[in-house]
Nanobody, 125 residues
Framework: QVQLVESGGGLVQPGGSLTLSCAAS????????MGWYRQAPGKERELVAA???????RYADPLKGRFTVSRDNAKNTVTLQMNSLKPEDTAVYYC???????????????????WGQGTQVTVSS
């Protein structure tokens, strides 16, 4: 199977920066889109940013200019650079990947969506 492991969350003061990383491992043939979502207490999970295999990015409109998503296709990793953080950015951040699973002989078997376990980001003074 496939696992997504996030790292980099924590406590930061308003105006500060954090970098989140997510590494995918397992029976991976390829990964299509990768991205980040977040869920604040009492709210629904929402898209933060996503990036295709070819590097096309998409952001939630309010986050454009403050957050930057990137990926390393060779390492199956995706990174979220967050700048000028605000208290309203406080949430659990989840990594997401649209993975083509490798089957017998390394051939593509099927496509499936995976989620990481989530990492807490708290913006507070």
């Amino acid at each position: 199977q496939v696992q997504l492991v996030e790292s980099g969350g924590g406590l930061v003061q308003p105006g500060g920066s954090l970098t989140l990383s997510c590494a995918a491992s397992g029976s991976i043939f390829s990964i299509n889109a990768m991205g980040w979502y977040r869920q604040a207490p009492g709210k629904e999970r929402e898209l933060v940013a996503a990036i295709t295999y070819g590097g096309i990015t998409r952001y939630a409109d309010p986050l454009k200019g403050r957050f930057t998503v990137s990926r390393d296709n060779a390492k199956n990793t995706v990174t979220l650079q967050m700048n000028s953080l605000k208290p309203e950015d406080t949430a659990v951040y989840y990594c997401n990947a649209d993975v083509v699973i490798a089957g017998t002989g390394g051939r593509p078997l099927l496509e499936r969506d995976y989620w990481g376990q989530g990492t807490q980001v708290t913006v507070s003074s």
